[in-house]
């Protein structure tokens, strides 16, 4: 049942009248407070479902943003393990750097004599 189908029926409801029972003023107040109190938790369910489904897009973002990470992290181990097995330790590195720059001295000083 839709609210406000809920809220029509319970405004339109007629109470039979006796001698004796509830004070049909009391009841019409008692059921006008209801109704806006579920007014009041219908429009604040419509704020959480909002809430909700923009919660559930950042998860979603989120997740996407992880993936990628996950597939860089990937990439990089596999970069470093390629490395490795090509014999690119750092000790290595450092070998050929400075085996480089040694050359790069003597050709300079070379160069310098032959002026």
Do not use: C, W
């Amino acid at each position: 049942m839709d609210i406000k189908d809920f809220i029509n029926k319970s405004i339109t409801k007629k109470f039979s009248t006796r001698a004796k029972g509830y004070d049909p003023d009391e009841v019409d107040h008692e059921l006008d407070n209801l109704i806006l109190k579920i007014k009041e938790i219908a429009e604040q369910n419509k704020l959480f479902q909002h809430e909700l489904e923009n919660k559930n897009k950042e998860i979603l973002e989120l997740k996407k943003e992880r993936e990628g990470l996950k597939a860089r992290i990937n990439a990089t181990e596999n970069t470093i393990e390629e490395l490795t097995k090509s014999g690119y330790h750092n000790e290595a590195i450092f070998r050929r750097l400075s085996k480089l720059e040694d050359e790069a001295a003597k050709s300079k000083g070379k160069n310098q004599e032959d002026k």
